[in-house]
């Protein structure tokens, strides 16, 4: 039986010295915490699947060091135009069809611009007319830009805090740390569902792992999904060409599932979705990272400009583990309807 929590009963008063000590503890007991806070508010077995689809790639004019799609970078990445709304729906249709949940667009943009709104609305319509979740990630938003993004009915705004307050402006100069969460509240105040997490192995230390899950922790409401990304280095990126060939050029695997653990801890309703970077993790490792909680994914074998793991190998994965697909709603979705039918 799952245990029913109202959102007063999550604790938002983490202290970084808490989470330090998280990740301190014995690797098996960390997970073995994980699990239990993971079975008693969520469905052990399931895991939600969701799909990416890039909507506009590339000449991004954001400098953010791990990213393929800026124009700082030299990663080869061919800047696109706002794809056409039919092509997104084709896309979509094909994602539905292979078992997804939700439908994850993303934009190469600093921020959207007002003219592109209209055919952003008309993309969430669209897509959430066929019977699916929707997610939209196009950079920072005015609280008028997520109000309209809420009146077309967007179910989720994805926007990455990234990685701990120091680390951030090691990684990211065009923009602050506290950009991301004054987007993050306009998100929230206009009633979208908040998911948000970062990257894992920018050569970041452990303390700046502790303040990436400490600042989500302790968001006044915890994002409903709680992306962990490990870095996928590219080449001609600033952290892909620094990182290659260094001890820091892969994040251990073990302080990978450590970091999963944490926040799943901390954030016992939220969806903590093993994000990028499941291509080149084995499978022991991503079985790890299901037994301390992570319970989401994205399928299909392209994120947005890299490769991902691909749906004949998640479900050969999937079989061997026993686990199947989420169907159902959300713990932290049902508990905010719940309250806000009180
Ligand atoms: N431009 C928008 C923004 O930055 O908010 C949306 C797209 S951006 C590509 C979405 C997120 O993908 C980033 O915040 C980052 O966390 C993640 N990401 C980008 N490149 C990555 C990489 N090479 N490895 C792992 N995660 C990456
Ligand atoms: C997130 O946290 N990870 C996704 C999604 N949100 C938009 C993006 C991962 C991008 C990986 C690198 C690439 O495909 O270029
Ligand atoms: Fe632009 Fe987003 Fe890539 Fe940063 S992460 S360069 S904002 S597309």
């Known amino acids: 039986m799952l245990k029913q929590v109202q959102h007063d009963e ?23 915490r994980a699990a239990e806070v993971h079975r008693a ?30 124009a700082h970078a030299d990663s080869g990445v061919e800047a696109t135009k706002l794809m056409d709304v039919q092509a997104v729906l ?14 994850c667009m993303g934009a190469a943009w600093r921020n959207p611009k007002d003219r592109d709104m209209p055919a952003i609305v008309e993309i969430v319509r669209g897509v959430r007319a066929m019977g699916l979740e929707t997610c939209m990630t196009l950079g920072m938003l005015t609280p008028a830009q997520a109000d309209q993004l809420a009146e077309a009915g967007l179910d989720y705004y994805n926007h990455n805090i990234d990685t701990g307050p120091e680390y951030y402006e090691r990684v ?10 004054e987007t993050l509240d306009n998100v929230r105040a206009a009633g979208i569902n908040v998911c948000s997490g970062g990257i894992v192995g920018m050569g970041e230390t452990r303390e700046d792992r502790v303040g990436f899950v400490h ?76 037994m301390a909680g992570a319970n989401s994914i994205f399928t299909g074998d392209k994120l947005l400009t890299a490769p991902n ?28 309807r719940a309250e806000a039918a009180e």
Request: net charge negative.
């Open 41 to 70: 508010h969520h469905a052990a077995g399931e895991v939600q699947l969701c799909t990416l689809l890039s909507i506009k790639t590339g000449g991004c004019p954001e400098d953010c060091g791990y990213c393929s799609q800026s």
């Open 10 to 32: 999550l604790r938002n008063d983490w202290t970084r010295a808490e989470i330090a000590a998280l990740f301190e503890l014995p690797f098996t007991e960390l997970v073995f």
């Open 215 to 290: 600042t989500l922790a302790t968001l006044e409401r915890h994002p409903e999904s709680v992306p962990v990304n490990a870095l996928v280095p590219v080449k001609g990126t600033v952290l892909g060409d620094m990182l290659e060939g260094t001890p820091l050029a892969k994040i251990d695997d073990i302080e990978f599932v450590r970091t999963v653990a944490a926040a799943r801890i901390t954030m016992p309703l939220s969806m903590v979705r093993l994000s990028a970077g499941r291509e080149s993790m084995s499978e022991a490792t991503q079985a790890l990272c299901f």
């Open 172 to 181: 990211i100069t065009t923009r602050k740390f506290e950009d991301r969460l």
């Open 90 to 103: 084709q896309s979509a249709a094909q994602a539905k069809d292979a078992g997804s949940q939700r439908f």
């Open 309 to 336: 793991a691909g749906d004949d190998e998640d479900a050969a994965l999937f079989a061997k583990l026993g686990l199947t697909a989420l169907r159902g709603e959300e713990p932290m979705r049902a508990c905010a």
